[in-house]
Protein backbone atom coordinates (compact mmCIF):
# COMPACT_ATOMS: atom_id res chain seq x y z
CA UNK A 1 0.00 0.00 0.00
CA UNK A 2 1.49 3.47 -0.95
CA UNK A 3 1.10 6.11 2.18
CA UNK A 4 3.25 9.16 1.26
CA UNK A 5 2.39 11.16 4.11
CA UNK A 6 5.05 10.94 5.99
CA UNK A 7 7.39 12.16 2.67
CA UNK A 8 5.72 14.73 1.93
CA UNK A 9 5.74 15.78 5.76
CA UNK A 10 9.54 15.48 5.23
CA UNK A 11 9.36 17.68 2.12
CA UNK A 12 7.45 20.27 3.95
CA UNK A 13 9.92 20.67 6.76
CA UNK A 14 13.30 19.94 5.35
CA UNK A 15 13.24 20.10 1.35
CA UNK A 16 15.13 23.16 1.85
CA UNK A 17 18.11 21.37 3.40
CA UNK A 18 17.84 18.76 0.88
CA UNK A 19 18.45 21.19 -1.86
CA UNK A 20 21.85 22.44 -0.18
CA UNK A 21 22.79 18.89 0.82
CA UNK A 22 21.15 16.21 -1.22
CA UNK A 23 18.30 13.95 -0.25
CA UNK A 24 19.63 11.63 2.57
CA UNK A 25 20.00 8.04 2.68
CA UNK A 26 17.06 8.29 5.23
CA UNK A 27 14.64 9.89 3.23
CA UNK A 28 15.50 7.25 0.06
CA UNK A 29 14.76 3.61 2.17
CA UNK A 30 11.27 6.20 3.50
CA UNK A 31 10.70 6.10 -0.43
CA UNK A 32 10.94 2.48 -0.91
CA UNK A 33 9.05 1.57 2.29
CA UNK A 34 6.08 4.27 1.46
CA UNK A 35 5.95 1.98 -2.10
CA UNK A 36 6.53 4.54 -4.22
CA UNK A 37 9.51 3.57 -6.09
CA UNK A 38 8.11 1.19 -8.68
CA UNK A 39 4.31 1.63 -7.95
CA UNK A 40 3.25 1.26 -11.15
CA UNK A 41 4.53 -2.02 -11.98
CA UNK A 42 2.44 -5.24 -10.83
CA UNK A 43 1.88 -6.87 -7.97
CA UNK A 44 3.43 -10.08 -9.55
CA UNK A 45 6.81 -8.20 -9.89
CA UNK A 46 6.88 -6.49 -6.20
CA UNK A 47 4.92 -3.38 -7.36
CA UNK A 48 1.94 -1.56 -6.00
CA UNK A 49 -0.11 -2.04 -9.25
CA UNK A 50 -1.52 1.50 -9.77
CA UNK A 51 -2.59 2.34 -12.96
CA UNK A 52 -1.36 5.16 -15.14
CA UNK A 53 -3.47 8.15 -13.98
CA UNK A 54 -2.36 6.77 -9.89
CA UNK A 55 1.04 7.13 -11.08
CA UNK A 56 0.60 10.72 -12.20
CA UNK A 57 -1.51 11.95 -9.30
CA UNK A 58 1.53 10.10 -7.15
CA UNK A 59 4.26 12.11 -8.77
CA UNK A 60 1.89 15.06 -9.01
CA UNK A 61 1.29 14.96 -5.39
CA UNK A 62 5.40 14.24 -4.75
CA UNK A 63 6.04 17.20 -7.25
CA UNK A 64 4.18 19.81 -5.35
CA UNK A 65 6.32 18.98 -2.32
CA UNK A 66 9.47 19.00 -3.82
CA UNK A 67 10.92 18.55 -7.00
CA UNK A 68 14.10 16.27 -5.92
CA UNK A 69 11.88 14.08 -4.53
CA UNK A 70 10.21 13.61 -7.24
CA UNK A 71 12.92 12.72 -9.26
CA UNK A 72 14.08 9.80 -7.13
CA UNK A 73 10.61 8.70 -8.33
CA UNK A 74 11.54 9.40 -11.81
CA UNK A 75 14.78 7.58 -12.70
CA UNK A 76 14.03 4.90 -10.51
CA UNK A 77 11.19 4.12 -12.35
CA UNK A 78 12.49 4.59 -15.76
CA UNK A 79 15.26 2.04 -15.00
CA UNK A 80 12.32 -0.10 -13.75
CA UNK A 81 10.26 0.10 -16.65
CA UNK A 82 13.30 -0.57 -19.05
CA UNK A 83 14.26 -3.46 -17.79
CA UNK A 84 10.52 -4.93 -17.10
CA UNK A 85 9.75 -4.31 -20.48
CA UNK A 86 12.76 -5.70 -22.05
CA UNK A 87 14.70 -7.80 -19.78
CA UNK A 88 14.99 -11.61 -20.15
CA UNK A 89 12.68 -13.61 -17.87
CA UNK A 90 16.13 -14.38 -15.77
CA UNK A 91 16.81 -10.71 -16.12
CA UNK A 92 13.49 -10.15 -14.47
CA UNK A 93 13.39 -12.52 -12.03
CA UNK A 94 16.34 -11.30 -10.15
CA UNK A 95 16.38 -7.30 -11.43
CA UNK A 96 12.79 -6.84 -10.55
CA UNK A 97 12.85 -7.94 -6.67
CA UNK A 98 15.55 -5.65 -5.99
CA UNK A 99 14.36 -2.34 -7.77
CA UNK A 100 10.86 -2.77 -6.32
CA UNK A 101 11.83 -3.57 -2.79
CA UNK A 102 14.59 -0.44 -3.03
CA UNK A 103 17.62 -3.31 -2.28
CA UNK A 104 19.25 -1.28 -5.33
CA UNK A 105 18.19 1.77 -6.33
CA UNK A 106 19.09 2.51 -10.21
CA UNK A 107 20.11 5.36 -12.04
CA UNK A 108 20.01 6.21 -16.12
CA UNK A 109 23.75 6.96 -17.10
CA UNK A 110 22.82 7.76 -20.51
CA UNK A 111 23.81 11.65 -21.35
CA UNK A 112 27.79 12.39 -22.67
CA UNK A 113 29.80 15.74 -23.13
CA UNK A 114 28.35 14.80 -26.89
CA UNK A 115 25.57 13.16 -26.01
CA UNK A 116 22.72 15.06 -24.41
CA UNK A 117 19.53 15.74 -26.73
CA UNK A 118 21.05 13.53 -29.48
CA UNK A 119 21.87 10.66 -27.53
CA UNK A 120 22.90 8.29 -30.51
CA UNK A 121 25.90 10.31 -30.32
CA UNK A 122 27.33 8.46 -27.63
CA UNK A 123 30.75 7.40 -27.63
CA UNK A 124 30.79 5.24 -24.98
CA UNK A 125 31.90 1.84 -25.63
CA UNK A 126 30.36 -1.91 -25.12
CA UNK A 127 33.46 -4.24 -26.45
CA UNK A 128 32.54 -8.31 -26.46
CA UNK A 129 35.45 -10.06 -24.68
CA UNK A 130 34.68 -13.85 -24.79
CA UNK A 131 31.65 -14.67 -22.52
CA UNK A 132 31.56 -10.89 -21.05
CA UNK A 133 31.38 -7.02 -22.25
CA UNK A 134 33.62 -4.52 -21.39
CA UNK A 135 32.10 -1.14 -20.77
CA UNK A 136 34.73 2.46 -21.28
CA UNK A 137 33.33 5.93 -21.18
CA UNK A 138 32.05 8.66 -19.27
CA UNK A 139 28.43 9.59 -18.11
CA UNK A 140 27.47 12.90 -16.64
CA UNK A 141 24.79 14.28 -15.28
CA UNK A 142 23.44 11.33 -13.77
CA UNK A 143 20.79 11.34 -11.06
CA UNK A 144 20.74 10.04 -8.18
CA UNK A 145 24.39 9.25 -9.58
CA UNK A 146 25.78 9.45 -6.22
CA UNK A 147 23.13 7.08 -4.40
CA UNK A 148 22.37 4.64 -7.17
CA UNK A 149 23.73 0.71 -6.52
CA UNK A 150 23.31 0.31 -10.48
CA UNK A 151 23.37 2.03 -13.60
CA UNK A 152 21.46 1.88 -16.75
CA UNK A 153 24.04 2.33 -19.43
CA UNK A 154 23.65 3.11 -23.15
CA UNK A 155 26.54 2.68 -25.23
CA UNK A 156 28.25 1.41 -28.52
CA UNK A 157 28.81 -2.05 -29.87
CA UNK A 158 29.94 -3.96 -32.29
CA UNK A 159 26.39 -4.58 -33.17
CA UNK A 160 24.81 -0.98 -32.39
CA UNK A 161 23.96 0.77 -29.43
CA UNK A 162 22.94 -1.50 -26.50
CA UNK A 163 21.56 -1.19 -22.86
CA UNK A 164 23.99 -2.89 -19.89
CA UNK A 165 23.02 -2.86 -16.17
CA UNK A 166 26.10 -2.10 -14.40
CA UNK A 167 26.59 -2.45 -10.71
CA UNK A 168 28.23 0.19 -8.86
CA UNK A 169 30.68 -2.40 -6.80
CA UNK A 170 32.50 -3.75 -10.30
CA UNK A 171 36.19 -2.63 -10.61
CA UNK A 172 36.40 0.69 -12.94
CA UNK A 173 33.35 2.17 -11.90
CA UNK A 174 34.17 5.33 -10.26
CA UNK A 175 31.65 7.99 -8.73
CA UNK A 176 32.62 11.34 -8.88
CA UNK A 177 30.16 14.04 -7.47
CA UNK A 178 28.83 16.98 -9.76
CA UNK A 179 27.80 20.52 -8.14
CA UNK A 180 24.62 21.27 -8.07
CA UNK A 181 23.18 22.56 -11.66
CA UNK A 182 20.29 24.94 -11.77
CA UNK A 183 17.71 22.91 -10.01
CA UNK A 184 17.10 19.70 -8.71
CA UNK A 185 20.24 20.31 -6.74
CA UNK A 186 18.71 17.78 -4.29
CA UNK A 187 18.97 14.78 -7.02
CA UNK A 188 22.50 14.06 -5.80
CA UNK A 189 24.17 14.16 -9.38
CA UNK A 190 27.66 12.43 -10.55
CA UNK A 191 29.66 11.74 -13.22
CA UNK A 192 30.42 8.04 -13.65
CA UNK A 193 33.23 7.15 -15.23
CA UNK A 194 33.44 3.46 -16.69
CA UNK A 195 37.30 2.17 -16.90
CA UNK A 196 37.31 -0.84 -18.79
CA UNK A 197 34.52 -2.37 -16.39
CA UNK A 198 33.78 -5.39 -17.06
CA UNK A 199 30.15 -7.17 -17.16
CA UNK A 200 28.82 -10.40 -18.10
CA UNK A 201 26.64 -10.92 -21.16
CA UNK A 202 23.48 -11.26 -18.89
CA UNK A 203 23.85 -7.73 -18.06
CA UNK A 204 22.79 -6.91 -21.37
CA UNK A 205 19.54 -5.77 -21.94
CA UNK A 206 18.00 -6.64 -25.18
CA UNK A 207 20.39 -7.49 -27.81
CA UNK A 208 22.43 -4.66 -29.73
CA UNK A 209 21.04 -2.45 -32.27
CA UNK A 210 17.84 -1.69 -29.51
CA UNK A 211 19.70 -0.02 -26.59
CA UNK A 212 18.38 3.11 -27.26
CA UNK A 213 14.91 2.84 -29.68
CA UNK A 214 13.87 0.25 -27.44
CA UNK A 215 15.17 0.16 -23.59
CA UNK A 216 16.12 3.25 -23.03
CA UNK A 217 12.86 4.87 -25.48
CA UNK A 218 10.93 3.18 -22.69
CA UNK A 219 12.67 4.60 -20.23
CA UNK A 220 12.17 7.80 -21.40
CA UNK A 221 8.90 7.59 -22.23
CA UNK A 222 8.43 6.42 -18.45
CA UNK A 223 10.25 9.70 -17.09
CA UNK A 224 8.58 12.55 -19.21
CA UNK A 225 4.92 11.10 -17.88
CA UNK A 226 6.03 11.63 -14.47
CA UNK A 227 8.11 14.67 -15.35
CA UNK A 228 4.47 16.32 -16.72
CA UNK A 229 2.56 15.81 -13.77
CA UNK A 230 5.17 16.44 -10.98
CA UNK A 231 5.43 19.60 -13.08
CA UNK A 232 1.83 20.19 -12.65
CA UNK A 233 2.43 19.63 -8.75
CA UNK A 234 4.96 21.73 -8.76
CA UNK A 235 3.01 24.76 -10.56
CA UNK A 236 -0.10 24.41 -8.86
CA UNK A 237 2.23 24.54 -5.31
CA UNK A 238 3.26 27.60 -6.68
CA UNK A 239 -0.19 29.06 -7.84
CA UNK A 240 -1.35 28.28 -4.14
CA UNK A 241 1.36 29.99 -2.61
CA UNK A 242 1.06 33.46 -5.20
CA UNK A 243 -2.74 33.01 -4.19
CA UNK A 244 -2.09 32.99 -0.68
CA UNK A 245 0.77 35.47 -0.40
CA UNK A 246 -1.85 37.71 -2.56
CA UNK A 247 -4.62 37.60 -0.14
CA UNK A 248 -3.26 38.63 2.98
CA UNK A 249 -0.03 40.85 1.68
CA UNK A 250 -1.19 44.53 1.93
CA UNK A 251 0.47 47.11 0.66
CA UNK A 252 -0.30 51.16 1.43
CA UNK A 253 -3.04 49.82 2.93
CA UNK A 254 -4.54 47.85 0.22
CA UNK A 255 -4.40 43.92 -0.27
CA UNK A 256 -2.52 42.86 -3.25
CA UNK A 257 -5.34 41.01 -4.34
CA UNK A 258 -7.41 43.97 -4.90
CA UNK A 259 -5.47 45.15 -7.55
CA UNK A 260 -6.45 44.19 -11.01
CA UNK A 261 -3.21 43.01 -12.65
CA UNK A 262 -2.42 40.86 -9.72
CA UNK A 263 -5.84 39.30 -10.23
CA UNK A 264 -5.54 38.72 -14.11
CA UNK A 265 -1.67 37.12 -13.39
CA UNK A 266 -3.60 34.58 -10.91
CA UNK A 267 -5.91 33.93 -13.98
CA UNK A 268 -3.49 33.07 -16.12
CA UNK A 269 -1.50 30.60 -14.11
CA UNK A 270 -4.30 29.09 -12.75
CA UNK A 271 -5.42 28.49 -17.10
CA UNK A 272 -1.58 27.45 -17.48
CA UNK A 273 -2.22 24.58 -14.36
CA UNK A 274 -5.39 23.44 -15.65
CA UNK A 275 -4.33 23.36 -19.14
CA UNK A 276 -1.33 21.30 -18.19
CA UNK A 277 -3.37 19.12 -15.97
CA UNK A 278 -5.92 18.39 -18.64
CA UNK A 279 -3.03 17.31 -21.17
CA UNK A 280 -1.72 15.09 -18.57
CA UNK A 281 -4.99 13.53 -17.90
CA UNK A 282 -5.19 13.06 -21.68
CA UNK A 283 -2.11 11.31 -21.50
CA UNK A 284 -2.97 8.70 -18.83
CA UNK A 285 -6.11 7.99 -20.03
CA UNK A 286 -3.66 6.53 -23.69
CA UNK A 287 -1.42 4.62 -21.76
CA UNK A 288 -4.25 2.86 -19.54
CA UNK A 289 -6.00 1.57 -23.34
CA UNK A 290 -2.47 1.03 -24.63
CA UNK A 291 -3.76 3.58 -27.29
CA UNK A 292 -1.44 4.18 -30.57
CA UNK A 293 -1.30 7.90 -29.52
CA UNK A 294 -0.30 7.48 -25.95
CA UNK A 295 3.63 8.22 -26.96
CA UNK A 296 3.10 11.64 -28.76
CA UNK A 297 0.56 12.94 -25.86
CA UNK A 298 2.97 11.63 -23.31
CA UNK A 299 5.30 14.08 -25.24
CA UNK A 300 2.46 17.21 -25.39
CA UNK A 301 1.72 16.56 -21.25
CA UNK A 302 5.57 16.78 -20.62
CA UNK A 303 5.86 19.61 -22.68
CA UNK A 304 2.94 21.60 -21.87
CA UNK A 305 3.18 20.39 -18.28
CA UNK A 306 6.94 21.95 -18.29
CA UNK A 307 6.15 25.62 -19.94
CA UNK A 308 2.97 25.62 -17.33
CA UNK A 309 5.82 25.25 -14.13
CA UNK A 310 8.29 27.85 -16.22
CA UNK A 311 5.86 30.27 -16.15
CA UNK A 312 3.71 30.23 -13.41
CA UNK A 313 6.46 29.57 -11.04
CA UNK A 314 8.09 33.18 -12.35
CA UNK A 315 5.20 34.45 -11.98
CA UNK A 316 4.84 33.61 -8.48
CA UNK A 317 8.08 34.89 -7.63
CA UNK A 318 7.10 38.33 -9.02
CA UNK A 319 4.49 38.13 -6.87
CA UNK A 320 6.06 37.44 -3.62
CA UNK A 321 8.76 39.69 -4.51
CA UNK A 322 11.73 39.41 -2.33
CA UNK A 323 10.07 36.64 -0.03
CA UNK A 324 10.04 34.61 -3.54
CA UNK A 325 13.82 35.47 -3.77
CA UNK A 326 14.80 33.88 -0.60
CA UNK A 327 17.51 31.74 0.39
CA UNK A 328 15.12 29.14 0.91
CA UNK A 329 12.10 30.12 -0.43
CA UNK A 330 9.99 27.32 -1.57
CA UNK A 331 9.14 29.88 -4.82
CA UNK A 332 12.75 30.51 -5.98
CA UNK A 333 13.31 26.50 -5.47
CA UNK A 334 10.30 25.11 -7.92
CA UNK A 335 11.12 28.56 -10.16
CA UNK A 336 14.80 26.77 -10.71
CA UNK A 337 13.51 23.21 -11.00
CA UNK A 338 10.81 24.22 -13.90
CA UNK A 339 13.28 25.76 -16.03
CA UNK A 340 15.66 22.19 -15.99
CA UNK A 341 11.92 20.20 -16.48
CA UNK A 342 11.93 22.11 -20.11
CA UNK A 343 15.42 20.37 -20.57
CA UNK A 344 15.61 16.62 -19.38
CA UNK A 345 13.50 14.02 -20.99
CA UNK A 346 13.36 15.59 -24.36
CA UNK A 347 14.09 19.28 -24.73
CA UNK A 348 10.70 21.50 -25.50
CA UNK A 349 12.42 22.20 -28.97
CA UNK A 350 12.43 18.38 -30.29
CA UNK A 351 8.92 18.43 -28.50
CA UNK A 352 8.19 20.62 -30.60
CA UNK A 353 9.44 19.34 -33.87
CA UNK A 354 7.93 16.23 -32.93
CA UNK A 355 4.77 17.42 -32.12
CA UNK A 356 4.56 19.34 -35.99
CA UNK A 357 5.13 16.09 -37.33
CA UNK A 358 2.55 14.59 -36.04
CA UNK A 359 0.07 17.23 -37.11
CA UNK A 360 1.59 17.29 -40.36
CA UNK A 361 1.10 13.68 -40.73
CA UNK A 362 -2.65 14.14 -39.93
CA UNK A 363 -3.14 16.40 -42.15
CA UNK A 364 -1.77 14.66 -44.73
CA UNK A 365 -3.73 11.30 -43.97
Do not use: N
Not at 309 to 330: F, H, M, N, T
Not at 341 to 356: L, N, S
Request: aromatic share 4%; hydrophobic share 45%.
Amino acid sequence: MIDVDELVRAAISDAARWDRDGLPDDVVKLAARSGVLTADRPVAVGGEGIDPRELGQLAATLGQACTSLRSLLTVHGMVTAAVHRWGTAAQRGEWLPRLTSGDAIAALAATEAGAGTELSAVATTVEPDGPDFVITGTKLWVTFGQRADVYLVLGRAPGGLCAALVERELPGVVVEPAESGLGLRGTRLATIRFDRVRVPATRLIAPPGFGLSHVVGTALDHGRYTVAWGAVGLARACLDDAAAHAATRVQGGTALADHQLIRATLGRCWADVEGAQALCERAAAARSAGAPEALIATIAAKYGAAAAAAAVSERAVQILGAAGCAPDSRIGRFYRDAKVMQIIEGAREVAEVTMGEYALRGARS
